[in-house]
C-alpha cells in the first residue's frame, strides 16, 4: 500500500479581537499596584479604554520551534498510534519505524511517504515523545527549502510550565514562579501577535525562552502558571514583551540599548539591589594577552587598556587596547567572545593587565533587560513580596490585563 498525502498548506490564523467595553472595568480590577492580590478585587468603575486594545478569543496556541532537521536524517521522533493531518485530510496510522527526511519527502521506512506539511497527534492526546522530551499539542512538520522544522503547537498555559522548569527551575519561591509566569506569558503573546516568520511564534532556547516540552514534575509549575492564568503586561494598550535574564548586578538597562530600537517606558530600566547576594551577581575572567591576539587577528599581543566607552547603564560599548605601536578599538562583543563564557554580561567594572594576562572583573548575568530573576527570587523570599509588586519594580508602568476574553465558569 502506498499513502501519499498531498494538500495545501493554510496557515493557522488565531482570532483576535478587539477589546468589548463591557469588559474593561474587570480588566482595570487588575491594574498592577495599590498591595491588591492577584484574585478577589473590588472592581474598579467602568473606564472607556481597557489595559489591551487587541485580546484573543480564548487561550492562544504557541507555534514553538523545536528542531530543524538536515536532509538525510531521521527524526527522533516516536509516536505509536497516531492521528496524521495534512490540509483537509487525516488518517489514524501507526508507527513502528523511525521516520527520515529526505529533502523532499518524508518516509516512514515502510511504504509510506508524507509530503509536507503535515501536523501529527497521538491518540487520545498523549505527550508526544521527541528527542528526549515529552510535547503537549500537536508537532506540525514544514519544510523550508531542504530543511525540515519540527514546530510544538502548544496551548500558551501549557507552554508556560515547561518555560518556568528550563527558565527558573523547582528550587524558586512560588511568588517568583507566579512573576516569571506572567512575564513568560506576555513575551511570548507579543511573539505571537508580531511575529514575521510564517512557521514558528518562538525558538526553543535562550533566543527566545528556553522550553523542553512538559515539565517531569509538574505541579509547582502548573500552579504558577494557574494563579496567574491569562494575565500579561501591558502598556499603551499593547502586550508589553516581558524580557527577563538571570542577573541584572545592580540595575537593569534600557531594552534599546540593549537590542537597539525604541525602548517602551516600562523597559527603561530601573535599580535593583535584591540580587546583590546572588552567587552570579559579580564575575571574573582571564585571557592570555597572546590568545587575545589570536581570537582577534591582532598582529601582536595587546599591553595597556587605553580607553573604556561605556553606555549610560555602565555597560561597556567598546574598549582601546595599545596594540605595539598601534591602539585597537574592540567592541564589547568582540571581547566577551575572546574571554568566553566567564564574561557573563557586558557589565565591566575593571579592565587590566596583570603581566601577560588580561583579566576583567563584571556584575550580572546575561543582557540586563527586564525582569531580574535572582532579584525577583530575593524579593518574595526574603522580603515578602506578591507577584504583582515584583512585576511593578521591574516593569514600572505596566499594568496587569488579561489575555482573551473571560472565560465561562
Ligand atoms: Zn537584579
Request: proline share 7%; aromatic share 8%; charged share 20%.
Amino acid at each position: 500500500m502506498s499513502l501519499k498525502i498531498r494538500s495545501t498548506w493554510k496557515q493557522v490564523r488565531q482570532r483576535l479581537v478587539r477589546h468589548p467595553r463591557a469588559t474593561a472595568a474587570l480588566l482595570l480590577a487588575l491594574v498592577v499596584g495599590g498591595g491588591a492580590g492577584l484574585a478577589g478585587l473590588a472592581p474598579l468603575p467602568p473606564v472607556a479604554r481597557p489595559p489591551l486594545e487587541v485580546v484573543f478569543a480564548e487561550e492562544p496556541i504557541v507555534r514553538v520551534r523545536l528542531a530543524e532537521v538536515p536532509a538525510g536524517e531521521e527524526l527522533r521522533l516516536t509516536l505509536g498510534t497516531y492521528w496524521v493531518t495534512a490540509g483537509r485530510e487525516s488518517a489514524r496510522l501507526s508507527m513502528s519505524r523511525p521516520w527520515r527526511w529526505t529533502g523532499q519527502d518524508l518516509e516512514d521506512g515502510e511504504s509510506r511517504v508524507f509530503t509536507l506539511p503535515l501536523r501529527v497527534r497521538r491518540e487520545n492526546s498523549e505527550p508526544i515523545p521527541f528527542d528526549g522530551h515529552l510535547y503537549s499539542g500537536s508537532l506540525e512538520l514544514v519544510s523550508r527549502g531542504r530543511l525540515l522544522f519540527v514546530v510544538n503547537h502548544v496551548p500558551m498555559e501549557t507552554y508556560l510550565e515547561g518555560v518556568l522548569e528550563a527558565e527558573m527551575g523547582g528550587r524558586f519561591h512560588d511568588a517568583a514562579l507566579s512573576a516569571q509566569a506572567v512575564a513568560s506569558r506576555s513575551y511570548a503573546a507579543n511573539a505571537i501577535q508580531t511575529s514575521r516568520d510564517a512557521i514558528f511564534d518562538v525558538t526553543n532556547d535562550q533566543f527566545s525562552q528556553v522550553y523542553r516540552g512538559l515539565p517531569r514534575r509538574r505541579d509547582r509549575f502548573q500552579s504558577a502558571v494557574g494563579r496567574t492564568r491569562g494575565l500579561v503586561l501591558a502598556h499603551g494598550g499593547k502586550v508589553l514583551p516581558g524580557i527577563f535574564m538571570s542577573c541584572c548586578g545592580g540595575n537593569t538597562r534600557p531594552a534599546g540599548e540593549a537590542f537597539g530600537g525604541p525602548t517602551p517606558p516600562p523597559l527603561a530600566g530601573t535599580v535593583c539591589t535584591f540580587c546583590a547576594g546572588a552567587n552570579v551577581a559579580t564575575w571574573k575572567a582571564r585571557c592570555s594577552a597572546r590568545a587575545l591576539a589570536s581570537s582577534l587577528r591582532l598582529p601582536s599581543p595587546p599591553t595597556e587598556v587605553l580607553d573604556l566607552r561605556q553606555s549610560e547603564s555602565g555597560r561597556l560599548i567598546e574598549v582601546t587596547l595599545r596594540v605595539g605601536a598601534n591602539t585597537k578599538a574592540l567592541t564589547v562583543k568582540e571581547l566577551r567572545r575572546a574571554f568566553g563564557p566567564l564574561a557573563r554580561s557586558t557589565w565591566f567594572t575593571s579592565l587590566e593587565f596583570e603581566g601577560d594576562t588580561m583579566v576583567a572583573t563584571g556584575r550580572g548575568f546575561g543582557h540586563g533587560v527586564g525582569l531580574c530573576q535572582h532579584g525577583t527570587e530575593a524579593q518574595a523570599r526574603h522580603h515578602g513580596r506578591s507577584p504583582e509588586s515584583i512585576l511593578t519594580h521591574y516593569f514600572p508602568g505596566a499594568v496587569l490585563a488579561s489575555l482573551w476574553l473571560p472565560e465561562s465558569p
